[in-house]
């Protein structure tokens, strides 16, 4: 832990970027909701909040990661949609980033893109498997090959994203 993140001005300087962040996630996640990828194929959206899950886990660390990311779930869900979907994105998205923190800490052997894809497939995998808990159908285990795709695909696209961005923000942004 460096030595300057316990003064209060770090502190509140992380809370206001975190909230930032949070705000853009909710932002992006709403307008996802809107627009759909693959209008066949329901449930399939790129994740670009995602992207800044990563960006916060790659510069703030696990446990802001986790705040911003639950809260954004929730919070996005009583804005926006219902209980169902809440418990959808509440799977998906603990799953996801429980498999994001787990390859975070082997950072040298995974890249941003190798964890957005990893979290793209358990968000989907999580999706899937309340799915099955609510309808109490497997028949709709048959779909996971299709989500595990898209979510290769998608996290990809956002690992790269945050990618990209990580260096310009790490510049920017500093505790």
Do not use: D
């Not at 787990?102 to 964890?115: M, N, Q, V």
């Amino acid at each position: 832990m460096k030595e300057t993140e316990n003064k209060p001005g770090n502190t509140f300087k992380k809370l206001a970027y975190m909230g930032m962040f949070l705000a853009l996630a909710m932002i992006i996640s709403y307008v996802e909701v809107l627009i759909p990828i693959v209008p066949s194929v329901p449930g399939i959206k790129i994740g670009l909040a995602n992207a800044f899950i990563l960006i916060i886990l790659y510069l703030m660390g696990p446990k802001e990661a986790w705040i911003v990311n639950l809260l954004r779930v929730v919070l996005t869900a009583i804005l926006f949609s219902n209980i169902y979907a809440l418990a959808y994105s509440l799977a998906g998205a603990i799953l996801s980033l429980l498999g994001m923190t787990l390859l975070y800490r082997k950072e040298k052997a995974f890249s941003s893109i190798g964890i957005g894809m990893i979290g793209g497939v358990l968000h989907n995998t999580g999706q899937i498997l309340v799915a099955v808990a609510v309808t109490l159908s497997p028949a709709i285990l048959s779909y996971l090959p299709v989500l595990l795709v898209a979510g290769l695909i998608c996290g990809a696209l956002t690992g790269g994203l945050a990618r990209l961005l990580i260096p310009i923000l790490k510049k920017v942004i500093s505790f």
